[in-house]
């Protein structure tokens, strides 16, 4: 960078905290367990952009089972025979003339129950021969006269091998049933009815075929023949096959059977009935005989017999009599009589449990409380209120013992048990004397009135029967008429309309609904088992699991560079601007109110965190700060090499005593803001030193005489080096690549941290492809880059390339190398 370098100050002035403060002599700061500071909101790629990203990883598994599920819904699909379509329809013919309509014979439902019924399916399946079903079509010439026993018939598939003028019927399964010469009966022990010519099998030596009983067949045809609710006037069907040809024949033929069943159904309904309406005819007339013999015996009878038939007119009453008043007026009385009377005989039974005869009760019956020979009764109910009232009054000033008081209710228990039930008793017995009394006067009146009507009453009876019955003979007569005729030219109420025609395409070819369904399933499959395998998948991938799951915050993401060099300067603008990002966040995520120090690690090897120490501590140097990068991975260090200083004397030779201070730190030649500390020898008691008050002591020094101090520590994984590096510290920066870092072990590392007085300041996501879909948002847009930001990018990747010398790279661009270990060409 070109210009005077301005002292570092890694705190805005706004902060009022100086990064350069040195700390306290003796002051102890104690951090434990503090994931850094609170960041923003995560920005998140989506579930879906999650799910997506797993696809894509797993496409060759989505791709094997998309490829595989077609496969086999295709040779399902060969396996299913397409289905054919048939359809007819029926006329229904309805009469509307003559004793009989239709609908008395069949409603509309009706006739479709009769379409599904055995009736028409059996005759047909005989017909047509559907039971049986040979294993190759152009067998079906051998079977013209096959018929079956149903009763010995035994269903099953069969296979007839002949050979020199025999034949031996077996069943599929190899069980042989008999043996015989070609031209006798086949089968007659399973109860076929088989006696094929012995030249049908000229040129066959095996014919398969399976049998089923009639009914059988008969029920699958019924199973498949869809009838819509039809209306009053027609009946359409349709029938489903895989032989459109056979499926349109067994249609017609079904239909042909229907219209037979149901017009010799009508036809024995209409026989039926015009014998029950001759049957009827002949009973009327008998009546009619017997109704005009009847009339004339009576009048023949009653000739001589005083006659009333001047008193009564057709369609009036007779007229009343002062005898049929009184006949009524006592019927009512005797009622009432009888009603009150057992009204007060229950209300004396109330009474005979010692509670008294119910004042109230007793009134409410209108003959107590009307009739004059009543009245002693009512005055002994008024006395007993009159006591009763009494006795409270008393009750109010005396005790019970008071002697007046109880002579009172001595009394009153009398009255209520004694005298109100025997009075009601006495009156009980009066009202059954008045109610006999009038029910022998009804008697006597009823007889009276019997005898006037009788003659009139009978006579007008014969009449009405004659008349009726000669009503009913003449209409039975006309309908018997009627129903003779219309048995003399019945007609079936059925017609076929539309005949059944073979299709010459499949109605229902589900061939490609198969492979579209089993291709569709299989990537369904696929895509859950993917999504599967990436939720159980222990490394690291996606950003939330950063955030989420670790709780760490992103401190900035690293792309990868192509190695063969294709956009580069955009691939450079991506470097520059990261590191810038992780350089702030860094800066104000680290400690308050102490220096700039801060351990660079991973969970494990290959995550390229001596790349990230490296480059950040370039970005510090470039940014103008004084900047000491310690290579603290004593065991496999390479930060000398790196930037092509000596690999001795290093930080372990100065923490067991072997090298000054001023012999390990070295300036990293182009970089005059840069200096670096090499790992040093590696010795056995190497890890031992990092545990000694030394390195804690050496790192609060360096954090004085620099305002950056970065180490680049083994991982957390390797060993307790990082460990004992991040408490000298106080901060660590965890570096994680996508498909590498393994989660859990990060997660079980922080959770050791937690317990140190380390603040973990954030992690840095390496190796992400530009523009990847869950990473997206970290990535920065290079058009909006000024010359002078851009001749910064250039120098400072200069700065990087020139520090890499080491490595012969020719242009600064990080590529992963096949061990998985980061390089610099």
Do not use: C
Request: without cysteine; hydrophobic residues 45%; glycine residues 8%.
């Amino acid at each position: 960078m070109s210009g005077t370098l301005q002292p570092y100050d890694p705190r805005p002035t706004v902060e009022s905290v100086a990064l350069t403060a040195p700390a306290p002599q003796g002051a102890a700061v104690t951090v434990s367990g503090d994931r850094g500071w609170e960041p923003p909101p995560a920005v998140r790629g989506g579930g879906i952009k999650r799910y997506v990203a797993a696809l894509r990883r797993y496409a060759w598994l989505i791709v094997v089972f998309t490829v595989v599920g077609a496969g086999g819904g295709y040779f399902a699909s060969t396996q299913i025979e397409p289905e054919y379509e048939v359809r007819a329809a029926v006329l229904l013919s309805r009469a509307t003339k003559g004793p009989f309509q239709s609908e008395e014979f069949l409603a509309t439902s009706g006739f479709r129950d009769l379409l599904r019924s055995f009736q028409v399916g059996d005759p047909v399946v005989n017909d047509l021969r559907l039971f049986l079903t040979p294993a190759r079509p152009a067998d079906s010439t051998v079977f013209r006269t096959f018929l079956v026993d149903q009763v010995r018939l035994r269903p099953g598939e069969y296979v007839l091998k002949t050979t020199g003028g025999r034949y031996t019927l077996a069943l599929q399964r190899g069980i042989e049933i008999e043996t015989g010469a070609l031209g006798d009966s086949i089968g007659r022990t399973v109860g076929f009815l088989w006696q094929p010519p012995a030249a049908t099998f000229a040129g066959r030596s095996s014919v398969g075929f399976t049998v089923v009983t009639p009914r059988e067949a008969s029920n699958g045809i019924i199973k498949k023949l869809l009838i819509p609710d039809a209306d009053d006037a027609f009946i359409k069907m349709s029938l489903t096959g895989t032989d459109p040809q056979r499926t349109a024949a067994t249609l017609n033929a079904w239909v042909k059977q229907f219209e037979k069943v149901a017009t010799a159904l009508k036809k024995s309904k209409v026989t039926q009935a015009v014998r029950i309406l001759e049957g009827q005819r002949e009973y009327a007339a008998q009546q009619v005989a017997e109704a005009e013999a009847a009339l004339q015996r009576f009048r023949v009878e009653t000739i001589t017999e005083p006659s009333e038939r001047s008193a009564i007119a057709p369609g009036l009453d007779m007229t009343t009599s002062p005898v049929l008043d009184l006949y009524f007026r006592d019927k009512v009385q005797a009622e009432m009589y009888r009603r009150d009377r057992e009204a007060i005989e229950a209300v004396a039974k109330g009474a005979s449990n010692g509670s008294g005869v119910d004042r109230e009760a007793v009134l409410s019956i209108p003959t107590v409380a009307n009739d004059p020979a009543a009245a002693d009764l009512r005055t002994l109910l008024q006395e007993q209120v009159d006591r009763e009232a009494a006795i409270r009054r008393l009750r109010e000033t005396f005790q019970d013992e008071y002697p007046a008081l109880r002579e009172a209710t001595a009394a009153l228990a009398a009255l209520r048990s004694t005298t109100v039930p025997r009075a009601l008793g006495a009156y009980a017995a009066q009202l059954k004397q008045r109610e006999d009394k009038l029910g022998a006067e009804i008697t006597a009146r009823s007889a009276d009135l019997r005898a006037i009507p009788v003659r009139t009453i009978e006579e007008q009876r014969l009449k009405r029967q004659l008349e009726v019955a000669n009503q009913t003979y003449m209409t039975l007569n006309l309908r018997a008429v009627e129903a003779t005729m219309q048995d003399a030219s019945t007609v079936p109420d059925v017609q076929l309309l539309d005949p059944a025609v073979a299709p010459l395409k499949p109605t229902n070819n589900t061939a490609p609904v198969i492979v579209a369904g089993s291709t569709a399933g299989a990537i369904a499959v696929a895509v859950l088992l993917a999504v599967l395998l990436d939720h159980l998948d222990r490394r690291f991938r996606y950003p939330e699991q950063v955030t989420e799951e670790l709780g760490l915050s992103i401190l900035g993401v690293m792309p990868v560079i192509a190695a063969d060099g294709r956009n580069g300067a955009d691939q450079a603008a991506q470097v520059v601007e990261a590191f810038r990002t992780v350089r702030m966040n860094v800066r104000y995520g680290a400690l308050p109110n102490r220096p700039l120090t801060v351990t660079v690690t991973s969970p494990g090897h290959n995550d390229g965190k001596s790349l990230i120490a490296s480059n950040l501590a370039l970005s510090f140097a470039e940014a103008g700060a004084r900047t000491l990068l310690i290579d603290g991975d004593i065991r496999h260090g390479e930060l000398a090499e790196t930037f092509g200083v000596p690999a001795e004397p290093g930080l372990v030779d100065y923490l067991d005593g072997r090298a000054l201070l001023g012999e390990v730190l070295l300036p990293a030649g182009a970089h005059p803001n840069l200096t670096v500390m090499p790992a040093g020898a590696r010795r056995r008691r190497a890890p031992e030193l990092l545990a000694t008050p030394r390195l804690p002591q050496l790192i609060a020094q360096m954090g004085r005489d620099f305002e950056v101090v970065i180490v680049d520590s083994p991982p957390l994984g390797a060993a307790l080096d990082a460990f004992a590096l991040g408490t000298a510290t106080a901060n660590m920066v965890l570096v994680m690549r996508p498909a590498t870092t393994d989660r859990k072990m990060a997660a079980a590392k922080l959770a050791q941290l937690d317990t140190l007085p380390v603040r973990v300041v954030g992690a840095v996501v390496n190796g992400i492809t530009p523009a990847a879909g869950a990473y997206e948002y970290y990535m920065y847009y290079r058009d909006d880059a000024t010359e002078d930001e851009e001749a910064e990018r250039e120098e400072v990747v200069g700065a990087v390339a020139a520090t890499s010398s080491a490595r012969a790279g020719a242009a600064p661009v990080r590529v992963d190398s096949p061990s998985g270990e980061d390089s610099w060409r």
